[in-house]
């Protein structure tokens, strides 16, 4: 059996030793930060949105009212009612 010096000696060195590790993947981490604080932010704003739901409602309108035609095409291309409005079209001209 080994002495209760070496243990304690071995004590002490796996304790350095688990400080060193936990320092270095502190170290490897930090070069994840910038992603997770865009994520963390992203999401922030995802719920903003969601309890405020008037804001982009706003825009959308002053949008259309100050350029009609630029609104509705953003519109449609954000509903994706331009596709269906195209194919739809598609056949009714070869209907017609």
Same mark, same amino acid.
């Given at each position: 059996?080994?002495?209760?010096? $070496?243990?304690? /000696?071995?004590? #002490? %060195? &796996?304790? =350095?030793?688990?400080?060193? #590790?936990? %320092? /270095? &993947?502190?170290? =490897?981490?930090? @070069?994840? /930060?910038?992603?997770?604080?865009? +994520?963390? !932010? +992203? *999401? $922030? ?5 969601? $309890? =405020?739901?008037?804001?982009? +409602?706003? @825009?959308?309108?002053? &949008? ?5 035609? *630029? ?7 954000? #509903? ?7 194919? @739809? !079209? ?5 209907? +017609?």
């Amino acid at each position: 059996m080994s002495s209760p010096e $070496d243990r304690w /000696r071995r004590r #002490l %060195e &796996l304790v =350095h030793r688990s400080g060193v #590790l936990r %320092e /270095r &993947l502190a170290g =490897h981490g930090a @070069a994840l /930060r910038p992603g997770f604080a865009a +994520a963390e !932010q +992203a *999401r $922030d704003a995802g719920r903003w949105l969601r $309890d =405020h739901p008037w804001v982009p +409602a706003l @825009a959308a309108v002053a &949008l259309v009212l100050r350029r009609p035609r *630029r609104g509705l095409r953003w519109g449609w291309k954000l #509903l994706g009612l331009g596709r269906w409005l195209w194919r @739809a !079209q598609a056949v009714w001209r070869r209907w +017609a």
